[in-house]
């Protein structure tokens, strides 16, 4: 975290919770979490703060071009799948990040800083 953007009582609070779900949660489950602790917080504050908390790196923003975002605790790349009937994302635990930018730099002329790699389907409880 740079020294510019401090870890208010409000990030703190969002970060905790982030990290201890794996649901990939929407900013609104977020607010309802967090209202617990911090009565008085409004909903522009959880946005606000993801949104910095994204910007320094400590969360990830997940934008599958619906209505709303999810949001993931974890801030490394990773991959992650969303099921095409309940919405849900989960994580996947498939280590193949290097081998994939390596296969796009060997096979164009592009250098691959990172890349996004995302699966939809169904999961094991809608199918």
Same mark, same amino acid.
Request: with cysteine; proline share 3%; aromatic share 10%.
């Given at each position: 975290?740079?020294?510019?953007?401090?870890?208010?009582?409000?990030?703190?609070?969002?970060? #905790?919770?982030?990290?201890?779900?794996? @649901?990939?949660?929407?900013?609104?489950?977020?607010?309802?979490?967090?209202?617990?602790? @911090?009565?008085? @917080?409004? !909903? +522009?504050?959880?946005?606000?703060? !993801?949104?910095? *908390?994204?910007? @320094?790196? #400590?969360?990830?923003?997940?934008?599958?071009?619906?209505? $709303?975002?999810?949001?993931?605790?974890?801030?490394?790349?990773? $991959?992650?799948?969303?099921?095409?009937?309940?919405?849900?994302?989960?994580? !996947?635990?498939?280590?193949?990040?290097?081998? *994939?930018?390596? !296969?796009?730099?060997?096979?164009?002329?592009?250098?691959?800083?990172?890349?996004? *790699?995302?699966?939809? +389907? $169904?999961?094991?409880?809608?199918?």
């Amino acid at each position: 975290m740079s020294k510019k953007t401090r870890m208010t009582k409000q990030r703190k609070a969002i970060l #905790e919770v982030l990290k201890d779900t794996n @649901i990939h949660p929407t900013a609104d489950w977020i607010y309802e979490q967090v209202k617990e602790e @911090i009565p008085n @917080i409004s !909903l +522009g504050t959880i946005y606000r703060n !993801l949104n910095v *908390l994204a910007e @320094i790196g #400590e969360i990830m923003i997940l934008d599958y071009g619906s209505t $709303y975002s999810r949001f993931d605790g974890v801030p490394e790349n990773h $991959y992650h799948f969303q099921c095409s009937e309940c919405e849900g994302v989960f994580d !996947l635990d498939v280590s193949h990040k290097e081998d *994939l930018n390596q !296969l796009v730099e060997e096979k164009t002329e592009f250098a691959v800083e990172d890349h996004r *790699l995302e699966f939809y +389907g $169904y999961c094991p409880n809608c199918q």
